[in-house]
């Protein structure tokens, strides 16, 4: 049911949509609408706030099949941002008021962003810098963050400070908190960065100059933010393999209908071993990663551990679906750096997922050491 609920709204909006919206740099309200309209923005929020009550896997099944059948990784982005970031955040870790204040707005397309990356603290969540400091019966912030995507249109922000200096901190792992923010505000000062693909959403540069926050407004328990984090974090990263075996998918099916009708020297090109085999190898390593994505998501769902099987889902996921583009682009030769034909802006968009939400190293530095046991490598 979900998959053919995702499938009708692909219909509507197919690769010269998304052609436009990245070549003007335009955010797709209609699509936004759409999604909303469907309730797949309320997808895993409980009915009692209006949501579809269901849990990460049926929101993996929609992200993949948006994205695979015609929007590419616009399938998974903002569904991501406002449902993950916003809405899973505040599910898991947000009390009773915050959960009546935002789940039903997210429920009606209210928009999130998440402000966790700070331009010297990178891949090193624990070296945030952006400090809360309590004065009174509220927070004063001050710092740094970048690379927020949909800061510039989003009205609510889940952001990672720290309430604890590193340095007094009993553990490493203490002293960050996560605070809901409303947007715009003030005190908060959004410059978009220009980038390399998904030109459909703007990704921000923030600067956040003596924001003050009530108490009410920490999401979750003060010092806790690294563990709570992390319940957004691993979605996020299974949001983004199903991004990448989705992606993969539609770069192979564009190419295989190219190469069934192409012939250059007597025979369609995909007769040739050449342009056959690795797309067959991408697909059979997209649809194993795929499973392994399934088996995460439901992971979660049953609250179970799950950051071994969104890590290596991550690993596999978006070497597959880069596999699949980049052959993709070769079977279609010239046509493959033709704007026109889309596998261009498909391989701008992938390339991103090696990178973001956390970087293939990283993921292959959890796996090391969480799963193989290794000393930690850094
Ligand atoms: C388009 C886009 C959208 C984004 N959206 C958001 C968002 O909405 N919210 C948000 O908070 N962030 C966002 N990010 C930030 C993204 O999560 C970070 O860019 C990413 O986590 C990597 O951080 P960094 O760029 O500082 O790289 P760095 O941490 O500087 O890493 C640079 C390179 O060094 C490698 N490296 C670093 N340390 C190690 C190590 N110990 N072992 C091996 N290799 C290592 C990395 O793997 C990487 O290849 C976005 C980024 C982009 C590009």
Redesign the pocket.
């Known amino acids: 049911m979900i998959v053919q609920a995702a499938s009708e709204i692909a219909q509507d909006f197919g690769p010269e949509y998304w052609r436009e919206k990245d070549r003007k740099h335009t955010f797709p309200e209609n699509f936004w609408k759409a999604l909303v309209g469907a309730g797949f923005v309320g997808i895993i929020i409980p009915e009692s706030y209006g949501g579809g009550d269901m849990k990460m896997l049926e929101m993996i099944l929609a992200m993949e099949t948006l994205t695979s059948e015609s929007c590419g990784l616009a399938g998974t982005w903002f569904l991501c941002?406002t449902s993950v970031?916003g809405g899973l955040s505040i599910l898991k870790h947000g009390d009773e008021k915050q959960k009546e204040r935002y789940l039903p707005k997210i429920v009606k397309g209210m928009e999130f962003?998440?402000?966790?990356?700070?331009?010297d603290?990178?891949?090193?969540t624990l070296n945030t810098k952006t400090s809360a400091v309590e004065e009174g019966g509220e927070y004063v912030i001050n710092g740094q963050?970048?690379?927020?995507?949909?800061?510039d249109r989003a009205k609510g922000m889940v952001l990672?400070t720290r309430t604890t200096p590193l340095e007094k901190a009993s553990m490493r792992t203490l002293g960050l908190s996560l605070f809901l923010v409303d947007l715009p505000n003030p005190a908060i000062e959004v410059n978009p960065?220009e980038?390399?693909?998904?030109n459909y959403s703007k990704?921000c540069d923030i600067y956040i100059n003596n924001l003050k926050v009530p108490k009410e407004n920490m999401l979750g328990e003060k010092d806790k933010g690294w563990y709570h984090i992390l319940d957004t974090l691993n979605p996020e990263r299974m949001s983004f393999s199903a991004a990448a075996g989705g992606i993969g998918i539609l770069a192979i099916r564009k190419a295989v209908e190219h190469a069934k009708q192409r012939n250059v020297f007597g025979t369609p090109i995909g007769s040739h071993q050449a342009i056959q085999f690795p797309l067959a190898e991408a697909k059979a390593k997209i649809e194993a990663a795929r499973l392994l994505n399934y088996k995460a998501a439901w992971r979660y769902g049953e609250e179970q551990p799950c950051g071994a099987e969104a890590n290596m889902a991550k690993i596999a996921a978006v070497e597959a679906g880069i596999q699949a583009v980049y052959h993709a682009m070769q079977t279609l030769g010239g046509y493959g750096y033709a704007v026109e034909y889309d596998v261009e802006r498909w391989w701008r968009e992938i390339n991103?997922i090696?990178?973001?939400?956390?970087?293939?190293?990283?993921a292959?530095?959890f796996v090391g050491e969480h799963v193989l046991g290794l000393p930690k490598?850094?």
Do not use: D, W
């Open positions: 941002l970031f962003c998440l402000a966790l990356t700070e331009p603290a990178g891949s090193n963050k970048t690379f927020i995507s949909g800061a990672v960065i980038k390399h693909g998904i990704t991103l090696r990178l973001a939400p956390v970087t293939h190293q990283m292959l530095a490598s850094y």
